[in-house]
T-cell receptor, first 112, second 111 residues
Framework: DTEVTQTPKHLVMGMTNKKSLKCEQH?????MYWYKQKAKKPPELMFV???????INESVPSRFSPECPNSSLLNLHLHALQPEDSALYLC???????????FGSGTQLSVL | QKEVEQNSGPLSVPEGAIASLNCTYS??????FFWYRQYSGKSPELIMS????GDKEDGRFTAQLNKASQYVSLLIRDSQPSDSATYLC???????????FGTGTRLKVLA
């Protein structure tokens, strides 16, 4: 089983809203990731959690707040987003460094 | 700046032909290499991984790696219209959680 589950699949939010994206994996992977992807661009790394601790923050604005409640779950809390934050948000997981990276189905986010 | 370069395409091949997708990378310390297929509006799907020089075959897919030339390629045999997608090459920065993605090659298989 190589499944990473993301919810919701689609999200529309206003600039004053607070929402959360959720991600779950049951592969026993120790690293979980958030990526952002704009149309016709490659995925862009936002955050990495390794062993439930924040390992990488790619200078992401504070309106994006990640959380890793346990080794299987990853959340991305959204607050006061801008229209330019509209994108496909991808969760991914891997067993470790240099290992295969598996993506979830993504959340298509629109900020109005 | 570590980079992964791909021809953006589109690469058009007739049904049943071999599609050849290429990727070059700049980081000599990279040890793991991946190919993803991404349909429009969907998430990337891992189709091949390769770690050693040479060829690795999986069904209709063959990945080829040449670390000396910093080159990795993907061959798709007996191409089908359902293979029409964008193919992303990804290279891991050795020993890290950072994967550098190319901009992708759009493949069109013509029926």
């Amino acid at each position: 089983d190589t499944e990473v589950t993301q919810t919701p699949k689609h999200l529309v939010m206003g600039m004053t809203n607070k929402k959360s994206l959720k991600c779950e994996q049951h592969m026993g992977h120790r690293a979980m990731y958030w990526y952002k992807q704009k149309a016709k661009k490659p995925p862009e790394l936002m955050f990495v959690y390794s062993y439930e601790k924040l390992s990488i923050n790619e200078s992401v604005p504070s309106r994006f707040s990640p959380e890793c409640p346990n080794s299987s779950l990853l959340n991305l809390h959204l607050h006061a987003l801008q229209p330019e934050d509209s994108a496909l948000y991808l969760c991914a997981s891997s067993q470790g460094t240099d290992e295969k990276l598996f993506f979830g189905s993504g959340t298509q986010l629109s900020v109005l | 700046q570590k980079e992964v370069e791909q021809n953006s395409g589109p690469l058009s091949v007739p049904e049943g032909a071999i599609a050849s997708l290429n990727c070059t990378y700049s980081d000599r310390g990279s040890q793991s290499f991946f190919w993803y297929r991404q349909y429009s509006g969907k998430s990337p799907e891992l189709i091949m991984s390769i770690y050693s020089n040479g060829d690795k075959e999986d069904g209709r897919f063959t990945a080829q790696l040449n670390k000396a030339s910093q080159y990795v390629s993907l061959l798709i045999r007996d191409s089908q219209p359902s293979d029409s997608a964008t193919y992303l090459c990804a290279v891991n920065e050795g020993g890290t959680y950072k994967y550098i993605f190319g901009t992708g090659t759009r493949l069109k298989v013509l029926a």
